[in-house]
């Protein structure tokens, strides 16, 4: 048997029940209306609690789409997501038009997202920013949640910027308030999409360095990112996307960023060559 042959059975066999899963996602099948194909047609993975799934994959291959649908943000045509060993969604062909996924607000929470342009609202300050949702949404107390926002901008580094308006920050402070905005709601999971592609390059490992800091505190994150070198640091398993599938998976990240066993991992790492 060829190496190659061994790597795609070790693929295809890889167990994706995984019992001590914390996010676990089932044969996903995603659907956009009046698209001809599928964005999935049946994927598989899990991540294990304090664990850390990088996803990678071209444009278009589906990356955003997989965190919103896991988010509650995109209905799902097929398939299961669970949640601790919970189904919390189940995929309805011919839904592709009931706007985002009908779940709990208790449930809603357990998912934080971080986009790459940041959303924050213009006319409050970042205080505000934060402190919105925990506010309005979970009925904190205003001087509780305001307490927790300053631990929280404390541990970015962002403690001095509490009463700064969004358009007095550079893009690097915004985004670390927007992971702020996401942990005063305590995710289970934290999704980060494409955080730092928006960011000049002198401000991408101010966030990065933030990001590393929650992995190494526990945090189970999702990451989609295009910063190699990151990927391979903060991974404890990777996926590769591509045309609807995963095409690559490893829990050996620093094997797939430096010996990638597969051609379609080979192909794509050297595209940043
Ligand atoms: P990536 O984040 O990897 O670049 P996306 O998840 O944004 O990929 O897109 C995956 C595919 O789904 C692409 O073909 C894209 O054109 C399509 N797509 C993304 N969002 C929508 C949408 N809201 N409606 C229809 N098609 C979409
Ligand atoms: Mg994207």
Known sequence: MTEQTVQVETVQNRQTDDAAA????TDLVKHYAGAEHNVFDGISFSVPKGKVLVIVGPSGSGKSTLLRTIAGLEPIQGGTISLDGQVIETGKPGNENSGRAKRPE???TKFGMVFQSYE????KDVLGNITMAPILVQKRKKAEAEREAMQ????????DRAHAKPHELSGGQRQRVAICRALILHPEILLLDEITAALDPEMVHEVLEVVVELADAGQTMLIVTHEMQFARA??????LLADGKIVDRSTDPEQF????????????LHSFD
């Open 22 to 25: 914390m996010l676990q996602v």
């Open 120 to 123: 924050l609202f213009p006319n």
């Open 234 to 239: 903060i991974a404890d398993r990777v996926i």
């Open 152 to 159: 929280l901008l404390e541990r970015v580094g962002l403690a």
């Open 106 to 108: 208790a449930l809603r």
């Open 257 to 268: 960023f430096t010996d990638p066993q597969t051609e379609r991992a080979k192909e794509f």
